[in-house]
């Protein structure tokens, strides 16, 4: 298949799948979801993506009605069956279906599970990307990955509109994190990204990134950082599940980085040669 999607127990193609117009994701963006990139139909990162897709709806008082495990098949079994081996799967659950009104009430007792798998393409890693800053406007509850991504919508557009890759947010001269990425700095031979705390997405890529830079003796500092911080950086570098290790080159039209390359490489081989193993991929 092309593509394929799941809803509340029915498979289709995307394009024919129908959803209640009660669902209060329409009404409310009222849920949660999750997405990794796959390859050779490997979801990469798999029991990272739904620990966290779980822990979102714990935060906003969904239970998820579907058991871990049976989520969990479900998605490699969807992976499977759509001929693209490079795609990607999203997991989102919704408080359901119900007569439209504010309260938890009002959706009844049982949520609604989507799940669906498109061909997809990862962010070229030999690439140096272009971004423009902007003020982090956004809400307390950065941590949870809510389907409100309003804001995202309109710094993205703001970022391909100037002519750019991606929008870094902060708030005041604190840098938080992308549109839809986070962002972290090499200086001083030192990895440097901004705290698990409510202003920033607790990225699944951020965290494998963390975890090889101290396999690999690289010093790790999860401490703020300030726009002229980021700007005097020794390189910038942005992640995500499909943005695996992308250096930035430009920010608001000026260079940046380029002063760190050979930490850059090794740092960018490990989620490489990482992103190929977990898929069974032999490098030639």
Request: glycine residues 6%; negative net charge; proline residues 6%.
């Amino acid at each position: 298949m092309e593509n394929i999607a799941y809803y509340n127990g029915k498979i289709s193609p995307i394009e024919e799948m129908m959803i209640p117009m009660n669902e209060r994701s329409s009404w409310f963006g009222d849920g949660v979801y999750d997405a990794m990139f796959t390859m050779e139909h490997v979801p990469l990162s798999l029991d990272d993506h739904l620990k966290r897709f779980y822990r979102s709806a714990a935060a906003i008082d969904i239970k998820i009605p579907m058991p871990y495990d049976e989520l969990r098949a479900l998605v490699i079994d969807l992976c499977k069956k759509v001929d693209s081996p490079v795609a990607m799967a999203y997991v989102q659950v919704t408080r359901g279906v119900g007569m439209r009104g504010h309260a938890y009430r009002f959706a009844g007792d049982k949520p609604s599970v989507w799940v669906f798998v498109k061909p997809d393409y990862m962010d070229p890693l030999d690439k140096s990307y272009r971004c423009i800053t902007h003020e982090d406007t956004r809400y307390y509850y950065c941590n949870i990955k809510t389907i409100n991504l309003l804001p995202a919508v309109l710094y993205t557009e703001k970022a391909e509109s100037a002519g750019c890759d991606e929008a870094i947010l902060h708030r005041g001269d604190r840098v938080t994190e992308c549109a839809h990425s986070n962002v972290h700095i090499l200086r001083d031979g030192v990895f440097q990204t901004a705290p698990c705390d409510n202003l920033i997405l607790p990225g699944i890529t951020r965290a494998h990134r963390i975890a090889q830079c101290r396999e690999m003796g690289i010093p790790v500092v999860e401490e703020p950082f300030t726009l002229e911080e980021m700007m005097a950086a020794d390189e910038v570098i942005f992640t995500s599940c499909s943005a695996l290790c992308c250096r930035i080159g430009e920010i608001d039209g000026k260079p940046v980085g380029g002063r760190a390359p050979e930490l850059f490489e090794r740092i960018k081989k490990a989620a490489l040669d990482e992103a190929y193993s977990e898929a069974g991929i032999v490098r030639l």
